[in-house]
């Protein structure tokens, strides 16, 4: 039972430009939101979260905004850059810290 | 180095053998996790610790599955008579309880991966 999806597995973008990442959840228990980033052989490394009491967090070129209404959270990257290729996760927990996690989505940031 | 650690990086065994992962948290974390990643998913959340008292552990994914946290520190996975189908990343994270930037944010090793020929 997938509570949380990420319905798009792969987007690519021109640097500079704005990366949009998707994640919808069915969980109204949910009360914190993440997003992870992982390269090829490395574990996943935190970048941003939420919690359900925002609507937006913002940290630097990172911002995720939660719709609690449609339950449904989103990441933007602006500026993107080359770095910033890597396979995004969204993560949701609900009154602990244990997580639930999407399928993930490749992010191509083209030069 | 202080993240999380994880021992072996890669196993390869025989269907049937018996594998032992090692987990070393962060050293002031009181709250330790197993999951499972496969290709093309998200990790799946296996067990999690917090001290040395495992507080959930059904979704295990059998009764080949076991972990341990005997001292509140480290954690080992064992897999028994592994399958073919056992083949996967498996990430061990860990947490304070006591996060004070209170971001919910989980800490992980690098994964150790798992071959099942």
């Known amino acids: 039972d997938q509570q949380v999806k990420q319905n798009s597995p792969s987007l690519s973008v021109q640097e500079g430009r704005i990366s949009i990442l998707n994640c919808d959840y069915t969980n109204s228990m949910f009360d914190y939101f993440l997003w992870y980033k992982k390269y090829p052989a490395e574990g996943p490394t935190f970048l941003i979260s939420?919690?359900?009491?925002?609507d937006k967090n913002e940290d630097g070129r990172f911002t995720v905004f939660l719709n609690k209404s449609a339950k449904h959270l989103s990441l933007h990257i602006v500026p993107s850059q080359p770095g910033d290729s890597a396979v995004y996760f969204c993560a949701a927990s609900a009154n602990d810290y244990k997580l639930s996690f999407g399928a993930g989505t490749t992010v191509t940031v083209r030069a | 180095d202080t993240g999380v650690s994880q021992d072996p990086r890669h196993k390869i065994t025989k269907r049937g053998q018996n594998v032992t992962f090692r987990c070393d948290p962060i050293?002031?974390?009181?709250?330790l996790y197993w999951y499972r990643q496969t290709l093309g998913q998200g990790p799946e959340f296996l067990t999690y610790?917090?001290?040395?008292?495992?507080?959930?552990k059904s979704r295990l994914l059998s009764d080949r599955f076991s972990a341990e946290r005997p001292k509140g520190s480290f954690s080992t996975l064992e897999i028994q008579r592994t399958e073919q189908g056992d083949s996967a990343m498996y990430l061990c994270?860990?947490?304070?309880?006591?996060?004070?930037?209170?971001?919910?944010?989980?800490?992980f090793g690098e994964g150790s991966r798992l071959t099942v020929l």
């Open positions: 994270a860990s947490s304070s309880r006591l996060d004070r930037r209170n971001t919910g944010e989980l800490f």
């Open positions: 050293s002031e974390h009181n709250r």
């Open positions: 939420i919690s359900s009491i925002k």
């Open positions: 610790f917090q001290n040395e008292a495992q507080l959930e």
